[in-house]
């Protein structure tokens, strides 16, 4: 069984710029979430997908996020125009279980924003 | 909201040795503990959790403990071996009140194992 993929690996802009991060989730796998880790500090909690419904969006940082999951199958997280401060890695996490049991992550997009 | 505090940041263990990595969190309503693995370049992945109307697990080599009235859980792994060198992530969630799984994570812990 194929695991959670995402794309880019990494990827690198200049400030001001627009970068588009796919995640594919484990199929049949209702939960997606997006998570993401600055600077070695710790994973951060950006939003969580039922299907194709937010659920809770309280971690995205501000208006330039825009995370879609059209269909309720694969998310896109578009940063736009990106800052310097949205460098780091970008995991995105699936789950068939709501409110319990093991979150699978993908090996994460790694954004560098010059 | 939760906050979840990890040390140390970095710990360094003689194979065979055993290592203790130790989380606080402040939310008393949480109940899933898991703790995951990343080794370099690869995706994090759950290698043991805990919920609250326990207070230890173990399997195999590694174990975790929970003291819901101190609010601290600690991640146990014995006999380490150079493969258990990674960075390790603790994480708190409220599994009731959240219609998903949004874990709280700690700062990370990266072990590195002596050969």
């Known amino acids: 069984e194929a695991g959670v993929t995402q794309f880019p690996s990494h990827s690198v802009i200049e400030k001001g710029q627009t970068v588009t991060l796919r995640c594919d989730p484990i199929?049949?796998?209702?939960?997606l979430y997006w998570y993401r880790r600055v600077m070695g500090k710790e994973i951060k909690f950006l939003l969580h997908f039922v299907k194709e419904s937010k659920q809770d969006e309280s971690g995205m940082p501000n208006n330039r996020f825009l995370a879609e999951r059209t269909g309720g199958t694969y998310s896109t997280l578009k940063v736009q125009p990106a800052e310097l401060e949205d460098s780091g890695v970008y995991f995105c996490?699936?789950?068939?279980?709501?409110?319990?049991?093991?979150?699978?992550f993908g090996e994460g997009s790694r954004l560098t924003v010059l | 909201g939760e906050n979840v505090e990890q040390h140390p940041s970095t710990l360094s263990v003689q194979e065979g040795d055993s290592a203790v990595i130790k989380c606080t969190y402040s939310?008393?309503?949480?109940?899933?503990f898991p703790w995951y693995k990343q080794e370099l370049g690869k995706r994090p992945q759950l290698i043991i959790d805990?919920?609250?109307?326990?207070g230890e697990k173990k399997d195999q080599r590694i174990a975790v403990t929970l003291n819901k009235t101190a609010k601290h859980f600690s991640l146990h792994i014995t006999e380490t071996q150079p493969e258990d060198s990674a960075v390790y992530f603790c994480a708190a969630s409220n599994e009731i009140k959240a219609a998903g799984n949004k874990l709280t994570f700690g700062g990370g812990t990266r072990v590195l194992v002596k050969p």
């Open positions: 939310d008393s309503a949480s109940n899933y």
């Open positions: 996490a699936s789950s068939q279980v709501s409110g319990a049991g093991e979150l699978f």
């Open positions: 199929s049949g796998h209702d939960n």
């Open positions: 805990i919920r609250s109307n326990v």
